[in-house]
């Protein structure tokens, strides 16, 4: 990927009012811009490397914009692998505003041709001066926009380094006995059964569950980044506002009596193990007979189209049903129109009337769970059984937060590794074939860190950060 070397400047902040602001600045040789924006009798030796030093930030005129921490980074000893000026102020959004304008401002009259960055701008600067590999680059998006305690110590972990140095001993591995496959090919006269003398196989066979392990580690990981998308869906009052309450743990939704009261979809974020779960209340689902409707009608029929909908983006349903009057031809023509890649669970609601105790059991493939939303009875079966229809699993290794991309390669390079072991039981005339599939495998893993990757993945996956990361 080509670097435009041009500084780049941007409040590294979120927006909005906050006690305190950064504005940062990346580039070559910054030194000439700091008597300029902190003041004649402040250059680089007045600033000590890595150390904060309070002072005035200047304006045109020599007047103060604002006061605060000025932290010079002498490259390559920085983020982002450049020379990087920090100034930290007030988090005001015209102050730091105020202040950005007169950074850029220096930075043009004196030539060096100081830009706004661009999103994610500073992260893949420190990617491409090999400050970080991909997989640590994308780690920092994932810290930022961690939703539980779980993804955020994932994330932290791989931005640490965790994720990409499994994968870099994948590849030595992949790499080694590249290597004597391919010696081999160049010296085939010498006639060694090379697939014996090597002990090949055994060591394709090491590297095969050392990656279904990292798939298994990085598969579950995922789950702490993407969460579940999972809709409640059923009848006009059995319950569904209650069971989202209940599992929120708080009135998120109301509750009354009367039919069709929740007319559009109600999302809440809830957590459970560290897995976020968006539970999506949606409107009841009921037929309408007659040809004339009024507006509330129109109203609700629409909620009910837009129900349908949602149940098509799921993950999981959670169809529920009414304990106490039992299953209806309602309910049949309901479950008729559920799509069948979905998991579905069928939950039974309001057992504290219909004498049911909570439960959960397996009936023809379908999980059924018998509890009580408004009384909090069996929320915790309802727990369990989202877990595992989710393929969660309680393991003591750590997990990486892996990405959608992540995980192709990894399928990808398992495929290709498997491919690798069915040439290899084969014969030796098959050598050039294994070594083909181990080089693919090797492309693959190597694409995770970014030692092998497009320039246009490079810019899809940058252009998602936020400006000033």
Known sequence: MHLDSSPIAAIATAPGRGGIGVVRISGKQLAPLLPLLLGETHTVDSLPARHA???????????????????????????????????????????????????????????????????????????????????????????????TQAAAKSASQSLAGAFSKTIHVLVEQVTHLRMLVEATLDFPEEEIDFLEKSNARSQLKEIQQALRNVFAQAAQGALLREGLNVVLVGQPNVGKSSLLNALAGSDVAIVTPIAGTTR?????????????????????????????????????????????????????????????????????AIIARFPERIPVLRVWNKIDLS??????????????????????????????????????QQTGESLYLARERH???????????????QHAAQSDQALDLFAEELRLTQEHLSSITGEFSSDDLLGVI???FCIGK
């Open 355 to 392: 004498g049911h105790k909570p439960s959960a059991e397996v009936i023809q493939d379908v999980t059924h769970i018998y509890l009580s939303a408004s009384q909090q009875i069996g929320i915790g079966l309802l727990r369990s059984a989202l877990l595992r229809i989710a393929g969660w």
């Open 462 to 464: 940058f252009s998602r």
């Open 53 to 147: 030093t309070y002072l005035p930030f200047k304006g045109a005129d020599g007047s103060v914009i604002d006061q605060g921490l000025a932290i010079y980074f002498q490259a390559p000893h920085s983020y982002t692998g450049e020379d990087v000026l920090e100034l930290q102020g007030h988090g005001g959004p015209i102050v730091l505003q105020m202040l950005l304008a007169r950074c850029l401002e220096v930075g043009q009259n004196m030539g060096l041709g100081l830009r706004l960055a661009e999103p994610g701008e500073f992260t893949r600067r420190a990617f491409l001066n090999n400050k970080l590999d991909l997989a640590q680059a994308e780690a920092v998006a994932d810290l930022i926009d961690a939703s």
């Open 264 to 332: 559009d979809k109600i999302t809440e974020t809830i957590q459970i193990e560290g897995i976020p779960l968006n539970i999506i209340d949606t409107a009841g689902i009921r037929s309408f007979d007659s040809d004339v409707v009024d507006d509330i009608d129109v109203v609700e029929q629409i909620g009910i189209q837009r129900t349908w909908a949602e149940v098509e983006k799921a993950d999981v349903i959670l169809h529920l049903l009414d304990a106490d009057l039992g299953p209806s031809q309602a309910d049949e």
């Open 407 to 421: 995980l192709i390669a990894l399928k990808a390079a398992r495929d290709h590794l498997d491919q690798a072991a």
